[in-house]
C-alpha cells in the first residue's frame, strides 16, 4: 500500500521546540506507511482533504465540520485535561486597560481565518456582546501560530490576541496563559466551550483504510513509546471516538459569527441536512 498522506497544521508546531522532531516518529507509533507534511493554512488543509492529495488532517473544527459536510469523515477527537472541548481567552498585556467596545480603535493579532481558538472563537464573543471587529478594531492581522501573537501583544504592536484554553473560569485560564505565553499576559474574556481538534479522513480515503488508521490513533495512548508522542506533540491524553456528525452544528454557529465569510448554498443545505437526520 502507498504512504497515505497526512496534514499537520504548522501553527502548533511553532510553539513546540520538539514537534517536528516528533513527527518523524509518528508513522512507527501508528504502524502504518505515513507521509507527513506541515499546512501552512488550514484552508490549504481543506483544499487538500477535499482534492485527495492528502488523505488525512490534524485539523480543527471549522476545517473538519466543512469535511465533513463533503463526505469526510472525523476518526478521532483529542480529549485534554480529561475533556472533549476547549475555550478561546481574549488576551491583553497585563495591565494595558485594554477594553471590548464599540470605537475602542483596538489591534488585534490573530492566528488564522481558520483558527477557532485563534480568531473564530473570537468573534462569537464579541457577537455575544453586541459588537462586531470592525465597530471594535482599528486593525486584525494574522499572525500564523499563537507564539507570534503573543509576542505582538507583549511588544505593543498589538492590543489583543487569544489562545486556547481548556478551563472554564477566568481564574483557571490565567494559569493556562502563563504556562503557554509567560506572565506578561491577562484574560481578558473567556469564550463558550467548543469541540477539541481531531484527526479527519479526506472523502476520498477507502474504508479498509479508514478504519486501520483509526483503529491505529484511537489505540495510541495504549502503546508506551507511542505516549509521548500524545503528550508532547498533540498535549493530548488519548484520542477517543466522536459521534457521527456532531461537529456540523458547530460549523453553523462559527460560521454564523465570522465576519464576511459563507458557505456555498449547496455546502450549508448539506450540512443542515445532516445535522437533521444525524
Same mark, same amino acid.
Given at each position: 500500500?502507498?504512504?497515505? $498522506?497526512?496534514l499537520? *497544521?504548522a501553527s502548533?508546531?511553532?510553539a513546540r521546540?520538539?514537534?517536528r522532531?516528533?513527527l518523524?516518529?509518528?508513522?512507527?507509533a501508528?504502524?502504518?506507511?505515513?507521509?507527513? !507534511?506541515?499546512? &501552512?493554512?488550514?484552508?490549504?488543509m481543506?483544499?487538500?482533504?477535499?482534492a485527495?492529495t492528502?488523505?488525512?488532517?490534524?485539523?480543527p *473544527? /471549522?476545517?473538519?465540520a466543512r469535511?465533513?459536510a463533503?463526505?469526510?469523515?472525523? =476518526?478521532?477527537?483529542?480529549?485534554?485535561n480529561?475533556?472533549?472541548?476547549?475555550?478561546?481567552?481574549? /488576551?491583553?498585556r497585563?495591565g494595558?486597560?485594554?477594553e471590548?467596545?464599540?470605537?475602542?480603535?483596538?489591534?488585534?493579532?490573530?492566528?488564522?481565518?481558520?483558527?477557532?481558538?485563534?480568531?473564530v472563537?473570537? $468573534?462569537?464573543v464579541?457577537?455575544?456582546r453586541?459588537?462586531?471587529?470592525?465597530e471594535? @478594531?482599528?486593525?486584525?492581522? @494574522?499572525v500564523?501560530?499563537y507564539?507570534?501573537?503573543?509576542?505582538?501583544?507583549?511588544d505593543? #504592536? &498589538?492590543?489583543?490576541? #487569544?489562545?486556547p484554553?481548556?478551563?472554564?473560569?477566568? &481564574?483557571?485560564? !490565567?494559569?493556562?496563559?502563563?504556562?503557554q505565553a509567560?506572565?506578561?499576559?491577562?484574560? =481578558?474574556?473567556?469564550?463558550?466551550?467548543?469541540?477539541?481538534d481531531?484527526?479527519?479522513?479526506? *472523502?476520498?480515503?477507502?474504508e479498509?483504510q /479508514?478504519?486501520?488508521v !483509526?483503529?491505529?490513533v484511537?489505540?495510541?495512548?495504549h502503546v508506551?513509546? &507511542?505516549?509521548r508522542?500524545?503528550?508532547r506533540? @498533540?498535549e493530548?491524553e488519548?484520542f477517543e471516538?466522536? *459521534?457521527?456528525?456532531?461537529y456540523?452544528?458547530?460549523?453553523?454557529l462559527?460560521?454564523a459569527?465570522?465576519p464576511g465569510?459563507?458557505?456555498?448554498a449547496?455546502? =450549508? $443545505?448539506?450540512? @443542515?441536512?445532516s445535522?437533521?437526520?444525524?
Amino acid at each position: 500500500m502507498n504512504a497515505l $498522506q497526512l496534514l499537520v *497544521p504548522a501553527s502548533p508546531l511553532a510553539a513546540r521546540p520538539d514537534a517536528r522532531a516528533l513527527l518523524t516518529e509518528l508513522p512507527a507509533a501508528l504502524g502504518m506507511a505515513l507521509n507527513v !507534511r506541515e499546512s &501552512a493554512r488550514y484552508d490549504d488543509m481543506e483544499r487538500e482533504l477535499l482534492a485527495g492529495t492528502a488523505h488525512l488532517g490534524w485539523a480543527p *473544527p /471549522l476545517v473538519y465540520a466543512r469535511v465533513e459536510a463533503y463526505g469526510g469523515r472525523l =476518526l478521532a477527537r483529542a480529549i485534554r485535561n480529561g475533556s472533549a472541548a476547549y475555550r478561546s481567552a481574549l /488576551l491583553l498585556r497585563r495591565g494595558s486597560g485594554v477594553e471590548l467596545r464599540a470605537g475602542a480603535g483596538l489591534r488585534a493579532a490573530w492566528v488564522d481565518r481558520e483558527s477557532v481558538a485563534g480568531f473564530v472563537l473570537p $468573534q462569537v464573543v464579541l457577537r455575544d456582546r453586541g459588537l462586531r471587529g470592525w465597530e471594535v @478594531f482599528a486593525e486584525e492581522r @494574522f499572525v500564523g501560530s499563537y507564539r507570534a501573537a503573543f509576542d505582538a501583544v507583549m511588544d505593543g #504592536s &498589538a492590543d489583543l490576541c #487569544s489562545a486556547p484554553v481548556h478551563a472554564g473560569t477566568v &481564574a483557571a485560564a !490565567r494559569r493556562e496563559v502563563e504556562l503557554q505565553a509567560g506572565p506578561g499576559l491577562d484574560v =481578558l474574556a473567556l469564550s463558550g466551550a467548543c469541540a477539541n481538534d481531531g484527526i479527519v479522513a479526506g *472523502p476520498r480515503l477507502g474504508e479498509a483504510q /479508514l478504519e486501520s488508521v !483509526r483503529r491505529a490513533v484511537l489505540g495510541l495512548h495504549h502503546v508506551t513509546r &507511542a505516549r509521548r508522542l500524545l503528550e508532547r506533540l @498533540f498535549e493530548a491524553e488519548r484520542f477517543e471516538l466522536a *459521534p457521527e456528525a456532531s461537529y456540523r452544528e458547530i460549523y453553523a454557529l462559527l460560521l454564523a459569527a465570522l465576519p464576511g465569510r459563507a458557505p456555498t448554498a449547496r455546502g =450549508l $443545505q448539506r450540512v @443542515f441536512r445532516s445535522a437533521r437526520s444525524g
